[in-house]
């Protein structure tokens, strides 16, 4: 499982436990905790993204050798 597979996991952890607390205080705690965990999912992907290196170009050797 990669990390923002995890980041999402604890989202849904914390959303489940939103759902089921009667406290509202511990329900916006959950809640928050949630949307955290969403953000941490997103950021990691796109700083993965951005730490991937552009693609060179590499001709062949008959494109080298005419």
Known sequence: M???EEFL????D????????????SKQTW???AERWVRCA???KSQRAAAKP???FR????DLHP
């Open 9 to 12: 996991r604890h989202a849904a």
């Open 42 to 44: 997103e950021v990691f």
């Open 2 to 4: 990669n990390p923002s």
């Open 54 to 56: 552009a693609k060179r």
């Open 59 to 62: 001709p062949d050797a008959a």
């Open 14 to 25: 914390c959303q489940r436990m939103a759902k089921f607390t009667r406290d509202p205080t």
């Open 31 to 33: 809640s928050r905790m």
